[in-house]
């Protein structure tokens, strides 16, 4: 393989729509990002959770700077990670902003609890983890948040909500797999990209 310096490449530089555009072949889980404590709280929709590390637990999520989450996470140190689970399509739609609900008013409708931090965790999500802020990476225009998971809980539920090419997609494991097998191509007829 030849490497090219990269004195010697053109740069060309990537516009914002063609990003975007490649990143809706991404598909991504949906979560719920809820911060503050009693009426001072806020949430939004994400799909840019990840894990950072088992031991100790440790979640990452990319957070704008510019939403209503980003100040009451700094000021309070400390999160909610929501995963929803494939029925709850509306929270997600509330929490990304559909219907014009702000602050405290996105939390209606649904049932909530605290732990740890003090932060709502939503009841009857797949996963709820209450995360303290361990440290706060600033690029661009979002948040890189570290948090230290504080308390996790799970529900028996096995149907997740998804996000891909612009619409919420029901990812269900049982259904899901068994149609897989029914198409799944042999091992040895696969071919790489």
């Not at 889980?29 to 809820?34: D, E, K, L, N, P």
């Not at 399509?89 to 014009?100: H, Q, T």
Request: charged share 20%; with cysteine.
């Amino acid at each position: 393989m030849n490497v090219v310096p990269r004195d010697l490449m053109t740069e060309i530089p990537v516009s914002s729509a063609d990003f975007r555009g490649a990143m809706r072949h991404l598909t991504g889980g949906v979560s719920v990002i809820t911060a503050g404590r009693g009426r001072d709280i806020t949430g939004m929709t994400v799909t840019s959770v990840t894990s950072l590390s088992v031991e100790p637990p440790t979640l990452l999520v990319s957070i704008n700077r510019d939403a209503s989450s980003f100040p009451l996470i700094r000021r309070h140190g400390a999160f909610g990670v929501n995963i929803l689970n494939a029925d709850q399509l509306d929270i997600a739609e509330r929490f990304a902003g559909k219907g014009g609900l702000k602050g405290a008013d996105r939390f209606a409708g649904a049932q909530w609890i605290t732990s740890v931090s003090g932060v709502p965790l939503l009841v009857g999500a797949l996963s709820v983890f209450d995360c303290e802020v361990e440290e706060i990476v600033e690029r661009h225009s979002h948040g890189i948040v570290i948090g230290r998971v504080r308390d996790v809980r799970n529900s028996t539920r096995n149907a997740a909500l998804a996000y891909w090419h612009g619409q919420y997609v029901a990812v269900d494991q049982d259904e899901d797999a068994a149609r897989l097998a029914d198409v799944s191509v042999p091992a040895r007829g696969r071919r790489g990209i």
